[in-house]
């Protein structure tokens, strides 16, 4: 019989997203991705007790946590607080994997904390390192393939943050990375300046399967393909649902575009800005 092995998942807590003290608000936390979607992709023949921590809603007792494999994920800005867990957890013996922007962007960093590191979309890698650790195979590095299938993404286990104070855990993501190369982004460097999609009909059966009208978007930037991005609202508005997402201010070019996503329900757009001035701050902001 195949052995089940018990998993714990762990969001580090960041300045913006800390429970009790973060700066966001309660109203700004939706629930992530990362960690129900790597809880959706473990084979279930080696599925045993499967817990996932996020401490931007939680205080984690990592005492109380006992596991065969601890899977950390983490931005740069967070990546001492992984280090510590990961070299608590291997202090106890336990087998400690690191993912993530931060792993992705230094990889042999990680590499000093953790058992192994996970490179850029965990859909193939991670599956792989679980049949490899069980094994007694673990490889140091897990890297992506050059093409991901992204018809074969499935639903992450949301019902795994049932309990947890996110404003909504109806979150999905229809594209990955972004074309365009600001100096201040991480997204393009993580996905190597490509810009993917999944299939329409898989996103809009997706939605279809949420309980609740409030959906949030997380794409980065999910109008730079403005045909794709239009067919995609003209099919999610007959299921009259109310979402919010990112964007960058490239959708005032297309009045199209902007029609599409107000008659999809689209109530709100997170845009960022690096300056409201055309010259550089002579000092830091």
């Known amino acids: 019989m195949t052995r089940k092995l018990n998993i714990a998942l762990i969001s580090p807590r960041t300045g913006l997203y800390r429970h009790g003290t973060g700066v966001f608000p309660m109203s700004l936390r939706y629930a992530p991705l990362n960690m129900v979607t790597l809880a959706a992709l473990i084979p279930p023949e080696l599925r045993g007790d499967v817990t996932v921590y996020d401490e931007s809603v939680e205080t984690i007792d990592p005492t109380k946590i006992k596991a065969d ?132 009909e898989d996103v809009v059966a997706e939605l279809s399967r949420m309980p609740g009208r409030y959906v949030t978007f997380l794409d980065p930037s999910p109008v730079e393909n403005t045909e794709y991005a239009i067919a995609l609202y003209k099919a999610i508005a007959p299921l009259k649902k109310r979402w919010g997402g990112l964007a960058t201010t490239r959708i005032v070019d297309n009045k199209e575009l902007l029609d599409a996503m107000e008659a999809s329900g689209c109530f709100g757009l997170l845009i960022g800005f690096e300056s409201l001035t055309t010259s550089r701050p002579k000092q830091p902001l």
């Open 69 to 200: 494999i601890v899977g950390l994920t983490g931005i740069t800005g967070v990546s001492m607080r992984s280090y510590a867990y990961a070299e608590y957890f291997r202090r106890q013996g336990i087998t400690t994997v690191m993912g993530g922007p931060h792993a992705t962007l230094m990889p042999e960093e990680a590499a000093k904390h953790a058992d192994a590191v996970v490179i850029g979309h965990g859909y193939e890698t991670w599956p792989k390192l679980l049949h490899d650790f069980r094994e007694g195979k673990l490889q140091k590095f897990y890297y992506p393939p050059e093409k991901i299938d992204w018809s074969l993404i499935p639903d992450p286990h949301r019902s795994m943050f049932a309990h947890k104070r996110f404003i909504t855990t109806n979150s999905t993501q229809a594209v990955f990375g972004c074309p365009h190369h600001c100096e201040f982004c991480v997204t393009p460097i993580i996905c190597k300046g490509n810009y993917e999609r999944r299939p329409i």
